[in-house]
């Protein structure tokens, strides 16, 4: 599974930005959920947002809820994560994972179950 972030940039506090994750290889059931992390200087590695392929169920970290929102395009294998509303804190280093479908029986924000992971992007957000 390749797994490709890009849509990064600079934007002011309360502006919006759009990442996209496009995923290739051999998904299927290694990629049943395509998650989000983020990982702000000198801090670790914490989940944001994942979404599950078959049932478009979605999960959000409480400092995100009700600003991001994570959807798919089936057709494409792409994995989207719309964030509005952006804070100085959600400066960051954005990463994009996928996990094993034996795993989805588990909660999304396990980092340690994703085996799969794209290169960051980053975001910065201006006060």
């Known amino acids: 599974v390749q797994l490709q972030a890009s849509g990064g940039g600079l934007v002011q506090a309360g502006g919006s930005l759009r990442l996209s994750c496009a995923a290739s290889?051999?998904?299927?059931?290694?990629?049943?959920?395509l998650g989000w992390f983020r990982q702000a200087p000198g801090k670790e590695r914490e989940f944001v947002a994942a979404?599950?392929?078959?049932?478009?169920?979605?999960a959000y970290a409480d400092s995100v809820q009700g600003r991001f929102t994570i959807t798919r395009d089936n057709a494409g294998n792409t994995v989207y994560l719309q964030m509005n509303s952006l804070k100085p804190e959600d400066t960051a280093v954005y990463y994009c994972?996928?996990?094993?479908?034996?795993?989805?029986?588990?909660?999304?924000?396990?980092?340690?179950?994703?085996?799969?992971w794209g290169q960051g992007t980053l975001v910065t957000v201006s006060s």
């Open positions: 994972a996928a996990r094993a479908d034996y795993l989805s029986q588990y909660g999304p924000s396990n980092i340690l179950h994703y085996q799969y």
């Open positions: 979404i599950r392929w078959s049932a478009s169920t979605t």
């Open positions: 290889g051999q998904t299927g059931s290694r990629a049943a959920t």
